[in-house]
T-cell receptor, first 111, second 116 residues
């Protein structure tokens, strides 16, 4: 079983739609959680951190359920520019600084 | 700051040849990571350094792969001999956690390696 698993996608949604991505992680000692965004043929970039109480950044909402080891990302009012691959990322606990990436979910927002 | 700088951006080489990928982390960052990305396996951590010291190389696929960080501003990932299955995009990333648990990892633009 992969340490971080995501919806395989791809998701093709019309502009203005709401779309949700899910992610599960297997290591209960995981410490921190993030969503990264990767545009086609570009490097990954941090989209947002995920806090235990849930957090929002404009049209993006991230939630964490430690008991279920589940992370989600909700995008409201999707824009064409949201088209990208979204990577669920987990930081191992302890002294490690390793980020473990999910395989990513591809999103295409259609006009 | 120019960000994490990787070179070359593209590399095409013949099977059996030695390949060296280079990375310059962001100045002041004390963690450096090497990742490999393929369609089949996604982004995989190969090795990471803290203050120029390799901390975990368990992701290095085999002895053909080696990485060094001779100083705080330079790291190399070497493949010798290269094989077609090494074809992938190789990313270098750096971060500076400081006293916090985590800070953002900044990625270079990657090196697209093709071994024919």
């Amino acid at each position: 079983r992969k340490e971080v698993e995501q919806d395989p996608g791809p998701f093709n949604v019309p502009e203005g739609a709401t779309v949700a991505f899910n992610c599960t992680y297997s290591n209960s000692a995981s410490q921190s959680f993030f969503w990264y965004r990767q545009d086609c043929r570009k490097e990954p970039k941090l989209l947002m951190s995920v806090y235990s109480s849930g957090n929002e950044d404009g049209r993006f909402t991230a939630q964490l359920n430690r008991a279920s080891q589940y992370i989600s990302l909700l995008i409201r009012d999707s824009k064409l520019s949201d088209s990208a691959t979204y990577l669920c990322v987990v930081l191992r606990g302890g002294s490690a600084r390793q980020l473990t990436f999910g395989s990513g979910t591809q999103l295409t927002v259609l006009p | 700051d120019a960000g994490v700088i990787q070179s070359p951006r593209h590399e095409v080489t013949e099977m059996g040849q030695e390949v060296t990928l280079r990375c310059k982390p962001i100045s002041g960052h004390d963690y450096l990571f090497w990742y490999r990305q393929t369609m089949m396996r996604g982004l995989e951590l190969l090795i990471y350094f803290n203050n120029n010291v390799p901390i975990d190389d368990s992701g290095m696929p085999e002895d053909r792969f080696s990485a060094k960080m001779p100083n705080a501003s330079f790291s190399t990932l070497k493949i010798q001999p290269s094989e077609p299955r090494d074809s992938a995009v190789y990313f270098c990333a750096s971060s500076f956690p400081g006293t916090g648990v985590y800070t953002e990892a900044f990625f270079g633009q990657g090196t697209r390696l093709t071994v024919v």
